[in-house]
């Protein structure tokens, strides 16, 4: 199954949703859940293996994995 992470400073990671695309109910519930996660000062990223990560704007159920983080601020 695939999943939607969210990285919380400090504090790991949290499953969000996992899918399975032979399974469509479970992709429309990953899908709302990346939706409403997906807020302003975070970015998406599908992560396909080590070194292959790629930033993304929407819901991608072909990821085998979508990472949330937050966005990284400087001062």
């Known amino acids: 199954m695939a999943k939607l992470r969210l990285l919380k400073t ?8 996992e899918w399975d695309v032979l399974r469509p109910e479970t992709i429309k519930d990953a899908e709302a859940a990346f939706t409403e996660n997906l807020t302003a000062g975070r970015m998406a ?3 396909d293996g080590p070194g292959q990560t ?5 819901f991608d159920a ?8 937050p966005a990284i601020q400087g001062g």
């Open 62 to 69: 072909a990821a085998p994995e979508i990472l949330l983080v």
């Open 10 to 17: 400090g504090h790991g990671d949290l499953c969000l949703a």
């Open 54 to 58: 790629k930033p993304i704007k929407t």
């Open 45 to 47: 990223f599908r992560l």
